[in-house]
């Protein structure tokens, strides 16, 4: 305990200490998904079309994003690959669960999110993907019939054979290390209940077959047992109770979500940031959203109001009227188009319009940030972090927090947080972006 308390105090004092720490990504990491559906095969054949040269990581920060380090005047701008022990992308190996039994070359032919011809030179990489049976609950998921289902007496009962199926994956694939990433379909809508509060709790509803826990719980605590890293990349609530986050921490494993900050979302934290940064008032908001799931509105909804804080300036935000309609029209499929009606208003209150029309393709975004989590949720483990990544908010909705925290929503502080996080991780200077002329002002102030 006294050995663990110091290592962390050194960790936080002495930013060089938590470097020598990081274990190096050696040998292969296996990337286990629940849900091989649009997003996750769009991510397994983005990756395996990048290993061979095909096309290019684009949209990851990881692959694509450079970071800055030192003062300007250095000129140091490394890729973050290149800068922190990230796996490469020739050790990454995919496995995951599904409730329909296609292999992936299958799942990803149907979702028709990419195009055969990008597909085809890396079919037999796919079609060695097949799914593993998996914990599913019609009542949370209801137009879904699959049959690669499992079947167990108790809920206890189907997470240790999950537990089993991360076991045989890692003997089989030879991997050194596991991440999961939750791709499964959204479930229903449920809050907080007695059952989700502590561990004994959670455990004891497993045994009893409680009907307040959710397949995609199973699975993270599953992980968590296994002392597998996991990310919620939808709105369900997941690994988003007290007795998993206990859990995580008691494991020392990383976990977080939720739902993957794509599209309309994407947009809103984009913009919403640099109206607020010059204090332009924001009158009303309106979006018809492509989305199909109702329950996604909690993840959708609280987004401006934790950019904006009405509170702190009701003359600029109080007003806010933010509609969010949801109408999903399926002939675009994947294809989404969502439309914004802003209503600000600038000097001495006169208004103004913003119209958005983006035409975007959901999978396009969501892939990369799937990568990025499982790479940066398995860099977190070997820099032994764990509890939620709030580093992470980046790439979420609807960010994990420690209890009675706001969430941070604004995707610029997010980068900084994140990238501040891989500079102390890595032992440089944290930028805070007060330059020496900064400084030198001040001094003559004096
Ligand atoms: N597409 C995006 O931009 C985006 C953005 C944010 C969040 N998400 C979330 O990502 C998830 C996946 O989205 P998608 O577009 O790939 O959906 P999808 O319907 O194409 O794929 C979901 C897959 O999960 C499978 N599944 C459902 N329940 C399961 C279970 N219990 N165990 C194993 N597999 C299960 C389904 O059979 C299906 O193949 C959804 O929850 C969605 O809300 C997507």
């Not at 860099?379 to 992470?392: P, T």
């Amino acid at each position: 305990m006294a050995q663990k308390l110091i290592s962390k105090y050194l960790t936080i004092f002495n930013p060089k200490h938590m470097k020598e720490q990081i274990e190096q990504a050696n040998g292969k990491l296996g990337i286990l998904i629940p849900g091989l559906g649009a997003v996750a095969t769009t991510m397994i054949a983005g990756v395996e079309a990048v290993k061979k040269g095909l096309s290019q990581p684009i949209g990851s920060l990881t692959q694509m994003g450079n970071i800055r380090l030192g003062k300007r005047t250095e000129n140091r701008y490394p890729k973050i690959k290149d800068f922190v022990p990230l796996a490469d992308l020739k050790d990454i190996v995919f496995g995951g669960w599904d409730v329909y039994d296609d292999n992936v070359y299958e799942a990803a032919t149907h979702a028709k999110v990419l195009e055969p011809g990008l597909l085809l030179p890396i079919k037999s990489e796919l079609e060695k993907i097949k799914p593993m049976k998996a914990v599913f609950d019609k009542e949370y998921v209801r137009n879904l019939d699959g049959k690669n289902v499992k079947e167990a007496a108790s809920k206890y009962e189907l997470a240790q054979q999950v537990m089993k199926d991360i076991d045989d994956f890692k003997n089989n694939s030879g991997c050194e290390r596991l991440v999961m990433v939750w791709c499964g379909s959204t479930e229903k809508y449920i809050e907080e209940t007695d059952v989700h509060k502590s561990i004994y709790a959670f455990e004891t509803g497993l045994k009893s077959n409680d009907p307040l826990i959710s397949p995609s719980m199973i699975y993270a605590y599953a992980a968590i047992k296994k002392g597998v890293p996991f990310a919620n990349g939808a709105p369900n609530l997941t690994c988003d109770i007290p007795a998993l986050i206990s859990l995580a921490k008691e494991h020392g494993v990383p976990i977080g979500g939720k739902d993957f900050k794509t599209g309309q979302t994407l947009m809103k934290t984009i913009l919403a940031p640099g109206l607020h940064a010059r204090s332009l008032g924001i009158r009303g908001w309106f979006s018809t959203d492509p989305d199909n799931f109702k329950t996604k509105e909690v993840s959708k909804l609280g987004v401006l109001d934790d950019i904006l804080r009405p509170e702190l300036n009701p003359d600029l935000y109080g007003e806010l009227y933010h509609k969010i309609r949801i109408n999903y029209y399926p002939p675009h499929g994947d294809n989404k188009e969502s439309w914004d009606n802003i209503d600000i208003f600038g000097w001495l209150g006169y208004p103004m319009q913003i119209k958005i029309n983006f035409l975007c393709r959901d999978s396009i975004l969501a892939a990369p940030i799937v990568l990025d989590l499982a790479l940066f949720f398995d860099l977190a483990k070997r820099a032994n972090m764990s509890g939620i990544q709030e580093w992470l908010s980046f790439y979420f909705k609807s960010p994990q927090t420690a209890e009675g925290l706001r969430p941070e929503h604004d995707i610029f502080k997010q980068l900084i947080k994140l990238q501040n996080t891989l500079r102390h991780m890595m032992g440089e200077d944290l930028i805070t972006h007060l330059g020496l002329d900064y400084y030198q002002d001040l001094v003559e102030a004096l």
